[in-house]
């Protein structure tokens, strides 16, 4: 099946700074999806990217998907504190709905 | 809003018992799925199901079944629980290619 590499697995960060999560496959993907898990919480859906070059903005989120469909990043502009969790990137087989997941990158933040 | 619920948010079993996780969605989806989480490793698919009765093997069956009567209610079964069955699962249904989770189940086996 589709296998798609996250990085970095973790990342501190000042709070106020960006922070930047890349997601990579060998092969075409279809879609790219991202999820984001609170500590002690279940991952919650962010958003879905189709096309070529997609980008798609959610106040200070940033979701990207590379002209080839083969990379994906996620950029949080001035992290907050409630910007804190792990972040997974998710792809889809065409026709399936079974997704497989990255990884995940824990953000944390120093206050 | 999509619901979807675990029977027990922490559990703690002996090695060799039966265990059942059993997960309810309110949505009537069709796709339910069954995933466990451990540090450093994401999630991974252990079994999911497109229809009642219906179901797959995914990344890591082993060692696990599951039952779908029917079409809100999924569950996972531990046949004889292992030390090495201990983690957080996390069930799911979707709608087109997206995923709804519910809480998850803290299991230990001891």
């Known amino acids: 099946g589709q296998q798609v590499m996250q990085i970095p697995q973790y990342q501190h960060v000042q709070e106020g700074e960006d922070f930047t999560t890349y997601c990579n496959s060998s092969?075409?993907?279809?879609?790219i999806q991202w999820y984001k898990q609170r500590p002690g919480g279940h991952p919650v859906f962010l958003i879905q990217?189709?096309?070529?070059?997609e980008v798609k903005k959610q106040k200070r989120l940033t979701f990207q998907f590379g002209e080839a469909k083969k990379n994906s990043s996620l950029h949080i502009t001035a992290t907050q504190t409630t910007d804190v969790g792990t972040y997974f990137c998710?792809?889809?087989?065409?026709?399936?709905?079974?997704?497989?997941f990255g990884t995940g990158t824990r953000l944390t933040i120093i206050p | 809003d999509v619901k979807v619920t675990q029977s027990s948010r922490y559990l703690v079993k002996r090695t060799g018992e039966k265990v059942f996780l059993e997960c309810v969605q309110d949505m009537d989806h069709e796709n339910m799925f069954w995933y466990r989480q451990d540090p450093g490793l994401g999630l991974r698919l252990i079994y999911f199901?497109?229809?009642?009765?219906?179901?797959e093997k995914g990344d890591i069956p082993e060692g696990y079944s599951v039952s779908r009567e029917k079409k809100e209610r999924f569950s996972l079964i531990l046949e004889s629980a292992s030390t090495n069955q201990t983690s957080m699962y996390l069930c799911a249904s979707s709608l087109k290619d997206t995923q709804y989770f519910g809480p998850g189940t803290r299991l230990t086996v001891l």
């Open positions: 990217l189709v096309k070529s070059g």
């Open positions: 092969t075409t993907l279809s879609n």
């Open positions: 998710a792809t889809s087989s065409f026709g399936n709905e079974k997704l497989t």
């Open positions: 199901s497109y229809d009642v009765k219906m179901k």
